[in-house]
């Protein structure tokens, strides 16, 4: 008996119908870092600078009235003023009010001057890469200071405050200069192709339950689809079957496995796909080098258990897999795994934009980024933040749940661990022939690699899924969260 391994709700259309649409109101903003007391402090420096900025303008009315000379704003002269707290620069005035940690875009040959005025009592001070630039002496609230520099070197730098620990804690951003007559920044967002790039972590096929191996035909289409990276921006990604990461498959140790690879007709690039399951030239990335419009297919059998990667092998390979195309299949072991009460399907991927996450319009792929493996964002299902809102794991106490973690890469290992428990079960690696590690805080997956872990809950709430090289996680996205519901258990945890 043959068996149609179909990603459930992509038969025969280009898109996952099975899905639900979302706009990006469901998704709560992922890069707010000022919480609790910090809030009515700027709201009051918000207050006293707008007060300072319309006696200022008053002021400049008045002047202007008496005055015969009135100077136009000079091109080419660019200033910013930030304001530092322990948990990030706000920028005052001008296109940054408001914003944290804002980008300072400017032009080269710009004269720049930058004010940085100390929010707080802790003393701060400001930084910036490569320019070497350095005010010093924000000792109090309210002191501030400036430098005034011609941006004289194109490229991407980084601000921040250099004591100890503050950095980490926030105090950083951004400085671009682009090239003279350039654009600094992304273009205006893209309309998306899908409305959500991120794959259901729920979207995993039953166990099969079977016993007897039998030819199992499975479906791949490539898509290139422009979609939000996060909130108002968009990105063009490659994917399998329009989604990060690409379908779940399922397949029984010595199933004959029947791969249809098609690239859509619109691609703008051939694709192909490479099964770590498979024994075989390329994974069968030598038979499935795909031209737009066009399908192939080869023919494996899974003689090895596991739960295997399966990425795009089409060059230059590790740009395909930056730009998201990569997926998990698990080769059932004879008699399958122990049964559990929820599966879960997430896969980290780097991904190397030009401009840092958190930039608003069309993001494109750097390859210098690439190259130097320092990525913009690194992600679970494909954008920031993907698995949270709307799309969080959802259980209830003491239920049993596994997750099936994969890292597509191109280039970063995951230290990958869930904030406030621990991993119960941990088939490292993906070897499920093995027993399986147990009560383990932090798993490396490397590139190209995958795990299973089974966890319980004893006491409800939210558990937050993280890369624990922790900068990914809060500031390039590598976060999910487990919602678990039902009673407290006090004698376990008591807030
Ligand atoms: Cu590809
Ligand atoms: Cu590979």
């Known amino acids: ?10 038969v025969g259309i280009d898109f996952p119908s099975g899905r639900r649409l979302r706009t990006s109101a469901d998704f709560p903003s992922p890069r707010i870092r000022r919480v609790g007391s910090g809030g009515p402090t700027v709201l009051a420096l918000f207050a006293v600078g707008i007060l300072l900025g319309a006696v200022a303008v008053g002021g400049g009315f008045w002047l202007a009235g008496r005055s015969t000379v009135v100077q136009p704003p000079q091109e080419g002269v660019v200033s910013f003023t930030l304001v530092a707290f322990i948990d990030g620069f706000v920028g005052e005035g001008g296109d940054i009010a408001g914003d944290p940690n804002p980008t300072l875009e400017v032009k080269q040959g710009d004269r720049v001057t930058i004010t940085v005025r100390n929010g707080q009592s802790i003393e701060h001070d400001f930084f910036i890469d490569g320019y070497g ?9 309210g002191r501030q200071g400036s430098v005034t520099f011609v941006a004289s070197e194109v490229g991407t730098f980084a601000y921040y405050c250099t004591i100890p620990g503050h950095r980490a804690s926030g105090m950083a951003g951004t400085f671009i200069v682009g090239e003279a007559g350039s654009a600094p920044g992304p273009g205006p967002a893209q309309v998306p192709d899908v409305l959500n790039i991120a794959r259901d972590p729920t979207s995993v096929p039953a166990p099969l339950g079977r016993t007897t191996p039998s030819t199992v035909h499975i479906y791949l289409l490539a898509r290139e689809v422009v979609a939000e990276i996060e909130p108002g921006t968009t990105f063009n990604y490659w994917t399998f079957n329009a989604s ?3 379908p779940f498959f399922r397949v029984l140790v010595n199933d004959t496995v029947v791969v249809h690879f098609s690239n859509h007709a619109t691609s703008s690039q051939n694709h192909s796909v490479d ?10 990335a ?4 795909t031209p737009a419009g066009q399908t192939t297919d080869f023919t494996f059998k899974a003689i090895t258990p596991g739960l295997y990667v399966y990425h795009c092998a089409s060059p230059h390979i590790p740009s395909h897999i930056a730009m998201g ?7 059932e072991p004879d008699g399958g795994l122990p ?22 319009g069309h993001q494109v792929h750097d390859d210098t980024r690439l190259v130097a493996e320092n990525p913009t964002y690194v992600v679970f299902n494909g954008k920031f933040a993907a698995l949270t809102g709307a799309d969080a794991l959802q259980a209830n106490v003491n239920e049993t749940i596994r997750i099936y973690f994969g890292v597509g890469g191109p280039n970063l290992i ?12 941990v088939y490292s690696l993906g070897d499920v022939l093995s027993p399986p590690a147990q009560m383990v805080q932090t798993i490396l997956v490397p590139p190209g690699g995958a795990a299973i872990v089974d966890i319980a809950l004893q006491v409800p709430g939210n558990y937050v899924l993280v890369d624990h090289a922790l900068v990914r996680a809060i500031d390039k996205g590598s976060v999910g969260i487990l919602t678990v519901s039902g009673p407290e258990d006090w004698t376990i945890f008591e807030p």
């Not at 008996?1 to 992509?10: T, V």
């Not at 630039?133 to 609230?141: E, M, P, Q, R």
């Not at 195309?325 to 080769?331: E, F, H, P, R």
């Not at 049964?339 to 780097?350: S, T």
């Open 1 to 10: 008996m043959a068996h149609e391994l179909r990603d459930p709700g992509q």
């Open 286 to 289: 030598v038979s499935t080098q």
């Open 244 to 246: 990060v990461p690409g």
């Open 339 to 360: 049964a559990v009460d929820h599966e879960f399907y997430v896969v980290q991927g780097d991904i190397y934009t030009k401009w840092p996450a958190g930039s608003k």
């Open 133 to 141: 630039k350095h005010i010093t002496g924000l000792t109090a609230s």
């Open 325 to 331: 195309m990569y997926g998990l299949i698990l080769v």
């Open 414 to 425: 995951s230290s990958f661990h869930v904030i406030g428990e621990m991993f119960d079960r």
């Open 275 to 284: 099964f770590h399951a498979v024994t075989g030239p390329g994974g069968g």
